[in-house]
DNA sequence: TCCGGTTATCGAACCGGTTCGATTTTCATC
DNA sequence: GATGAAAATCGAACCGGTTCGATAACCGGA
């Protein structure tokens, strides 16, 4: 490896000339410019990243941290500030945390210890020694899917109180009463949000809603799974069930396709994010989906702001909320 | 941030004491190594990781990269390796190529320059400049999932011939003869051993291969959902479809679906590789899938030998290979 | 020709560690 | 108490860059 004495030497100059040419063309004469370009060429000159780290105290190289990089949620995101990043010399690092918290702050100290430029970081936690930790952190960064309280950085993410209300309403029109619903953990925004939304939207059509018909489904498909044959097994079954995510909800149309139940004959069910081959699922589940392009392109540019422009890095936090889509299917039918 | 200096400064020593008793605390006198101890806890000491790497030149970190993290294939290898590579102090990177070659060299060479300590890469090419790159890289690594000939490195992935020629055999003994086979891109260790199965497998059981039954569907959804048409709107149609891989055989429910074929009653189906929520998808698929976990504890178990060990890093390449696993589904049936 | 002000280049210190040969200390042995 | 080998510690060089104050070269104007 050809290290920057090379050049210096090849090109008679010094060092620090070297390092300044590359870094700052403009402040050289154009002759030594021309001479240390060609020796440049020459020896075959690639600054290490780890030492222009190591001086400058900061990296070219941006840290996105998420719970489950399966999720195709994160997919596109990560694919949109991937491609941002690249058109502006930046290169992301994922890691994942398994949507472990303590993971979660090893990761970033481990990526801030890399001084990297930026991160972009799907909380996995909540609570105020969380909010500590995301707080102290230095870097420009930028939060994504879920909302914390208290955590004043840029956040992205769907307005999932709307989410929650579009099906609700969805159902309502087609005439269902006994709506079901299968939450996520509260101490989520996400899942409180679109909790709300549908307890709201219920309370304001002047549907009551039985206490019995909300149950907890932890977003993960085993809880939901049960979640879902508490409420099947009921002697007054709901007519439609809302899963406040793809996995409960899936999981609850797994538990019906076991019981025997028909989807949507029997009960109709709907679900707030998407999964990959959702079409070739029978029935095709009634959803409302993120644009998660949209969100990973904000997210991409937020954050390249931040860490390039000094001015914006200076600006106060701010959120950026998207309106969730109505994708129809086939698992809602009218009552 | 407390630096060496500080730790020395106040334990009353020399750095390169500090460095020694950190790295190799038996090489110490145990007074000295007490007075360094509780110098290092009074400041807060952590060693920069950039520092280290720069002066060691080599890391504590793993690179991993794969064409779509978002594939579940990836996922419990990722797993596995996340996990064994933590406990043995070693932190993994995960970069995502999209499959592009170019952006694969551009991600490993990155990585390279980060000095990374070992590498589990998943081909995403072939060809001989291909091959060149990766012969010339120096670093602790091995291959999965695409077995590319030429590449002299460890090598862990699945018996391909034996998922193609096992869901074949199936299909077979249902009594299905028209077979067909959505294929994947032949240059593909994987595609093309899981069409030789099929191939040989036909041939030994004495059943000829209609030519009009061997369609390309590029391993891709959208190849495949053409592929699958091709097939479909044939006079005589085939009873039976193997998908060479996920995609395209999923693609081919879902033509079927549109055309308003029933599966299993008109056309059987199965198919190479899981995806995630297969036993919601309605029939569920009859299919051979690889033993992921198992393969991302081999891919780990060896790269960190490699790593830690300079026996093994001398040891020749090796491969490994998995048998499959077939699970029934309700995709098929006997005609 | 001399002067003041840019502009170009340089040298040295620094980022925060590791490493290794040299020096000092320790301790058992005679 | 002297001797020598082993153990402990140190100093300096190094990894490969960046940065900034200082010096040198250059230029137009008096």
Chains 1, 2 share one sequence.
Request: net charge neutral.
């Amino acid at each position: 490896m050809a290290t920057i004495r090379d050049v210096a030497r090849l090109a008679d100059v010094s060092v620090s000339t070297v390092s300044l040419a590359l870094s700052n063309p403009g402040r050289v004469s154009s002759k030594t410019l021309e001479k240390i370009r060609s020796a440049v060429a020459a020896v075959g000159y690639v600054a290490d990243p780890l030492a222009q780290s190591l001086a400058r105290g900061r990296s070219r190289m941006i840290g996105l941290v998420v719970g489950n990089v399966g999720n195709p949620f994160f997919g596109d995101i990560r694919r949109e500030l991937e491609n941002y990043a690249l058109e502006h010399e930046h290169f992301v690092l994922i890691t994942d945390s398994s949507g472990k918290p303590e993971r979660e702050q090893a990761l970033v100290e481990h990526l801030i210890g890399l001084k990297i430029a930026g991160l972009a970081l799907a909380p996995s936690s909540f609570g105020p020694d969380y909010v500590r930790f995301v707080e102290s952190l230095k870097v420009p960064m930028v939060c994504f899917d879920q909302k914390v309280a208290g955590i004043e950085r840029d956040f992205v993410g769907s307005d999932n109180y709307l989410a929650g209300a579009m099906l609700t309403e969805h159902l309502l029109q087609l005439g269902h009463r006994r709506i079901a619903f299968i939450a996520g953990p509260q101490h989520m925004h996400t899942a409180s949000e679109r909790h709300r939304g549908f307890v709201e939207t219920m309370a304001s059509a002047g549907v009551e809603v039985n206490p019995n018909y909300v149950v907890d489904g932890q977003f993960t498909r085993s809880a939901g799974y049960e979640a879902a044959m508490r409420l099947l097994i009921q002697p007054e079954r709901p007519t439609a069930i809302l899963g406040a995510n793809n996995a409960v909800a899936l999981a609850a149309l797994q538990a019906m396709q076991e019981l025997g139940f028909n989807c949507p004959g029997d009960i109709s069910l709907c679900m707030i994010d998407d999964v990959q081959w959702s079409n070739v699922i029978t029935p095709r589940i009634t959803m409302v989906v993120q644009d998660t392009l949209k969100l990973g392109g904000i997210i991409a540019r937020r954050l390249l702001q931040r860490i390039t422009s000094p001015d914006a890095a200076a600006e106060p936090a701010q959120d950026f909320v998207l309106a969730p889509k109505f994708v129809p299917g086939n698992s809602c039918r009218r009552v």
